[in-house]
């Protein structure tokens, strides 16, 4: 048994896991045939017996997390606001709904593991009428959670099953109160997290609580300048398998939102380069500069159909651009990241492993050229030995 | 009575505001205060979820006639704002104007009270009789 002090880090992906020692990190492809944990053990586990249960850390984004819908009575405060809580909580959201036209929405046919209801100061009230029944009526969802005016929550807890109420997020100077809702999300996915099977098997080897990845690297980034040297203000990526994951710092966004978190996050659902491949490929062909950036890189449209190495790695280059681009248009994700303030752009997860230094900076001076007519340059910091999450899993 | 204020767009002119704020507030006023920066979009949100009944505006730097021809078009996508009553005062052209003319323009645009280099007193008085006249006791 290796001496106290030393930790196995493990972290669950829906595509990867990988598995840290204080000297060595491995990294393999899952095996979908097999329960996560034989597939741990059979791959990694000389490593693992290694180690006391207690000495062992766990933390999985496997499938992708909870999704929510968010019905919320204006963009700049309850949606955006709720929007802000979610994605700080690990949640990915699948719509939001502006309820003055909610009867111009779809209903999402997939299940909803979590409707957030919110909009109003205490002092306001009848914000909601039927038609917000009636629409969750149609709704498929397992959880549902009232953060509206507290005027409104007996009517809403009257006619929604189940209604989880908490303290508005909006107080009564209009600023944002995360920590309710923030803890009911986080709970929720841990709930989530422990509740799957494969995952509670993972409790064999280890003793201490599994946690989820976005809060383990969350948690990890006010303290990144002691493992990466990084410069200030800086945004990180982290382009998985099945979706991609930003966390920026709070001056780099110009807005109404006043919290005290110093780090915030935001995810692109289907923009990854495994599980979403496809998705990632409709992306690319719909954005009118990668027939140039694929012609930068030497590469054809062909490139798509291919099942290569090369591939892969045009497609992570692809991820990095795609997800730049839908950051720098205004409005068109709910924040706008003053792009050309940032000094670093930290890349961490899969893609550092496949990806060279300088693969990863041509891709950002093309988006700065192309798209911002900037030449400014960010450098790219290669989190190649997953130093944050590392950090993260410690703190 | 709820008033939603604030300095439209890039303006960074905030003593006015600081000075609105108190003298609102002074006269009995609830306030929701969104200082300087404020996009239209964020005045119109504000309103709808604190049910405010009167916006009022500030411009000082001369982006105001921007963003009054803006406000028709961004307050016919709401359903519930008709009856705010839409006031804005402060600079409201660049350099001198008439002041009919810049009153009948404002007004246009969709403003009940139009209150150009006015003092913020007098400005306050014509909000009173407004909300006497449409909110009779
Ligand atoms: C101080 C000041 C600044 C400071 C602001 C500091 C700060 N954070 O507040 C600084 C130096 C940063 C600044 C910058 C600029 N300024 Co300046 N600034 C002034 C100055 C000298 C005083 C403003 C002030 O605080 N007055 C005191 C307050 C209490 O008075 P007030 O703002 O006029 O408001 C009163 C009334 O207008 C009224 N009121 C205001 N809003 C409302 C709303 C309602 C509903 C009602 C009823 C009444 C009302 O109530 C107040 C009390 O009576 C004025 C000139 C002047 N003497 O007014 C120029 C002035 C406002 N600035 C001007 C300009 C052009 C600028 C700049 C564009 C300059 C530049 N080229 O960079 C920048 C713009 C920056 C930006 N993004 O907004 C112009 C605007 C011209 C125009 N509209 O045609 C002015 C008028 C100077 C001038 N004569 O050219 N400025």
Not at chain 1, 221 to 243: K, M, Q, Y
Not at chain 2, 62 to 82: H, M, P, T
Request: glycine residues 6%; aromatic residues 8%; negative net charge.
């Amino acid at each position: 048994m290796v001496s106290q002090a030393e930790k196995l880090l493990i972290d669950v992906g829906s595509t990867y896991f990988k598995v840290c020692t204080p000297t060595s990190i491995e990294q393999h492809f899952r095996d979908f045939n097999q329960d996560i944990l034989d597939d741990l053990m059979s791959k990694c586990g000389d490593t693992i017996s290694r180690f006391d249960k207690q000495d062992v850390h766990i933390c999985s984004s496997a499938n992708g997390g909870l999704s929510t819908l968010i019905i919320g009575i204006t963009n700049s405060f309850s949606l955006k606001y709720a929007t802000n809580i979610a994605f700080n909580s690990g949640i990915n959201i699948i719509d939001t709904i502006l309820f003055q036209n909610i009867e111009d929405y779809s209903v999402p046919s997939d299940l909803i593991d979590v409707v957030i209801v919110v909009g109003g100061v205490d002092s306001h009230s009848n914000l909601y009428s039927e038609k917000i029944f009636s629409y969750l009526d149609q709704l498929n969802y397992s959880n549902a959670v009232f953060v509206g005016s507290t005027q409104d929550s007996q009517s809403m807890r009257d006619n929604i099953e189940n209604l989880v109420v908490l303290p508005n997020i909006i107080d009564d100077k209009l600023h944002i109160v995360e920590e309710h809702l923030k803890d009911y999300l986080t709970n929720l996915y841990q709930q989530d997290i422990e509740g799957k099977e494969e995952i509670k098997h993972l409790y064999e080897i280890t003793s201490n609580q599994i946690l989820s990845t976005p809060y383990v690297v969350n948690r990890a980034l006010p303290h990144i300048e002691t493992r990466v040297s990084v410069a200030n203000p800086f945004i990180l990526l982290d382009i998985g398998g099945a979706t991609t994951d930003i966390h920026y710092s709070k001056d780099l966004v110009d807005e109404n939102i006043v919290t005290e978190n110093e780090y915030d996050r935001l995810v692109f659902k289907r923009l990854g380069v495994y599980k979403s491949r496809q998705s990632l490929i409709l992306a690319a062909q719909s954005n009118e500069f990668v027939y140039e950036l694929l012609l930068h890189l030497g590469v054809t449209e062909n490139i798509y159909n291919e099942q290569t190495d090369k591939a892969t790695k045009i497609l992570m280059q692809l991820a990095i651009f795609l997800v730049l681009c839908k950051m720098s248009h205004y409005r068109q994700s709910y924040v706008n990241l003053r792009l050309l303030q940032i000094n670093s752009i930290v890349l961490t997860g899969g893609i550092t492993k496949v990806l060279s230094q300088d693969e990863v900076e041509t891709i950002i001076a093309f988006f700065y050229r192309k798209i911002l007519s900037s030449g400014h340059n960010p450098v790219a910091v290669m989190d190649s030995n997953y130093d944050i999450w590392t950090l993260g899993t410690k703190v | 009575m709820k008033v939603v204020t604030g300095v439209v767009g890039n303006d960074i002119h905030v003593v006015a505001n600081r000075l609105i704020d108190l003298s609102l507030k002074a006269r009995g006023y609830e306030v929701y205060n969104l200082g300087v920066n404020t996009h239209l979009e964020e005045f119109f949100d504000a309103v709808v979820e604190t049910g405010a009944e009167v916006l009022m505006i500030s411009s000082l730097n001369g982006e105001a006639e921007g963003w009054g021809r803006e406000v028709k078009l961004l307050k016919s996508k709401y359903k519930n704002l008709d009856d705010v009553i839409m006031m804005i005062g402060g600079n409201l052209v660049v350099g001198s104007g008439n002041t009919e003319d810049i009153v009948a323009r404002y007004r246009k645009y969709g403003f009940d009270l139009v209150c150009h280099q006015i003092d913020l007193n007098t400005g306050l008085d014509m909000l009173q009789s407004t909300i006497e006249e449409r909110f009779p006791s």
